[in-house]
């Protein structure tokens, strides 16, 4: 079991905050807060759990508030939840079978599953259940008994028959005693000091999928709600559709079917019927008004008002493209070596944020085509101008052009354009722009040679004009570097350099250069997954099996090139960097650093040269998601970095925005330094790109000096001798390359 430090806030409703760790200042999430999987309520006020994160709700006040992995939770994928108003305690259940238990002193993260060394089954937290200072968590070896107060767990039983394990569905405490129910019966037994054995449990004959308890038992299969008490249970005399969630309060039982919810007195009787007409997961009474959470839209009122913090319309995400204030999320991917659309995918297109909201296209809801959607882009002079690529295997495979129309915050479909009418070829993978805003995207398996293929966008005659690479590949996303287009090539070890004079329509002139093992590509290699061109002119290609660099780019593709991996030293060892890793993603940021997605291994964030790690970001010490992340892109004018993983996305305030010649905004931090409290560096950014620093005490003598690159410069407090600086006043001196700019600055050292 490991707590948190964290930043407590108190917010009106569980009198418990919303918590943040230190270190997760710099972080925000872009997760979606749609789903709503189960919520709770007290004096008006509304907890609800999503599937990455918890929010709350003032039904008075209209605030809500949201709490995920970027400001306290420690993890995604949230699976059962429950909050006690009575001692202000939230649980929350993952899918890993961990916990996170929410107080007004802070998250507490439970690890410590109980199992038993035979169980190797499911560990997701099914359901929670509070009562009192106790809570039952039902999991697929059975149920175990957590205490609120000591936050650990106690009793356990295994529901263990010999020959396999009984997944307990949900659990509910009443009257100290548990009821379970499994995909066979309803098992009950006080908790007691015989609790543990699952030969004394009693067991009810029923096929039930939910229950709830207050004064008495509610439980339900898919079409029948029943109440009571064991042996004497009544039924509600109507058949429902598909029951998603039954919950009893102290005057009403409420049914949550299919796309609508049911108010029933504690008798039976009906009360009211409110048709959501749409998926419901949960329902629940507040202020005498049913609240209801759905799949799709948050929380909705009796009115179908909807409630939720703004985000895109599911986590499932792929790509990303960046422009001002705007976002495109892409949400297909593949599987099989970059062959196959991912599967099961939800045909979900793609998402967009104005710069205020988010938006979800209305032609991908309820649409009967099939999208893997691997790609979406923006046109650099007219953003409202969409394309996206369908990368399936069916009807409706190719590219497809909408508008953005504002006024209805909403996307009109323009022209569909079928590339192939037998499926298994021609696939489009993804787009960029040139420098003239002419589109150009890739094609996989052209029908014919199963080549990789470049399309280019003819404005013209509004289609796409192939040009075969004649490389028996995949394709990847491609990008415009330095006049040429640059593609890697999954399934086959290689990576093309396209120069087509930049003549859209005339492949007379072009010409294709072919990187493989003798250009010294990893000789293990099956292909290339990523590339991005830097500051210095270099191309940086990412594979299945490492990093290489091919210097010089376009002025060396032309002549005999040879790219190289980044070799390191370690323990006086030289090592090649990321060797046999699949690299993913690679992002250049500003100041010519590196942001390297290594598949497993999360994001690594390199010096200019790749030498050094400056950090490294994975789901155990940072809020990813993932550490499988799809896409990383800079916002140069803000300096965040966006990482995209197939559960969501996640944001970090990096230290470097536009960077030049001349000095914008310097900002010194943390300062003063206070050793007792902080023992880290002293950063300081808004430098120019070439920045010559001198640090002196306040006698004038010279203490540090550096030559700082990339906008930004990290001071460990240590002198010319490697000794830390006394406590007292330091200056910072600046000057940036050619001597035209000067700034200062002051740090205070406190020993």
Known sequence: MMKKNILVFLLLFLYFSVFSQSTNSKWSDLFSYNNVLAFKEKDGKIIAATENGVFYYNTISGEITKLSKANGLHEVKISAFDYDAATNTAIIGYKSGNLDVVTADGVTYVVDIPLSQSYTGSKTINNISINGDKAVISVGYGVSIFNITKKEFGDTCFFFNGTSYEKVLEATIKDNTVYAITEKSLKYHPIDVNFSVYSNWNSA???????????????????????GNVGSLSSIPQSFTKIKDIKITDSQIIVADQTKVYAYTLTGTLQKTIDIAEEVNTAFVVNNQIYTGTKLSGIYDESKNSYKPDGPYSNISYKIQIQEDKLWVSTG??????????????DLGFYFYDG???????????????????????????????????????????????????????????????????????????FTYDDQNNLIGSMAFTIGTVASSLLFYDKNTDGFLVKDLNVVAAAQKPIFFDGYIWLPTPRQNYFVAFDYNKTIGNFSDDKIFLLDAKSGLPDSGAGTLSTAGDKSGDIWIGSDKGLRILSGGSSAIEKTPKVEPIVITQNGIPEELFKDLPILQIEVDSGNQKWVSVEGGGVFYLSSNGENTISHFTKVNSPLPSDVVTDIKVDPKTGKVYFVTFDGIVVYQGDVINVSSDFSEIKVYPNPVVTSQYRGNVKITGLAEKTNIRITDAAGNVVHQAVARGGYYEWNLNNQKGIRVASGIYFVLMTNEDGTDKATAKIAVVN
């Open 205 to 227: 004959a029923g096929n039930y999928t939910q229950i709830d308890s207050k004064a008495t038992l509610v439980l339900s299969n898919n079409n029948t709600v029943y109440y």
């Open 356 to 430: 205020r909201q988010w938006v979800y296209p209305s032609y991908f809801i309820n649409n009967p085509t099939v999208f893997n959607t691997l790609d979406v882009i923006a046109s650099p002079i007219n953003y409202k101008e969409v394309f996206i690529a369908n990368y399936n295997q069916t009807t409706g495979q190719g590219i497809y052009k909408f508008t953005y129309n504002e006024s209805k915050k909403d996307f009109d479909f323009v022209k569909y354009y079928s590339l192939s009418t037998n499926f298994s070829y021609n696939r489009p993978v993804g």
């Open 333 to 346: 991917g593949r599987e099989g070596r970059y062959n196959s659309p991912i599967s099961p995918r939800p």
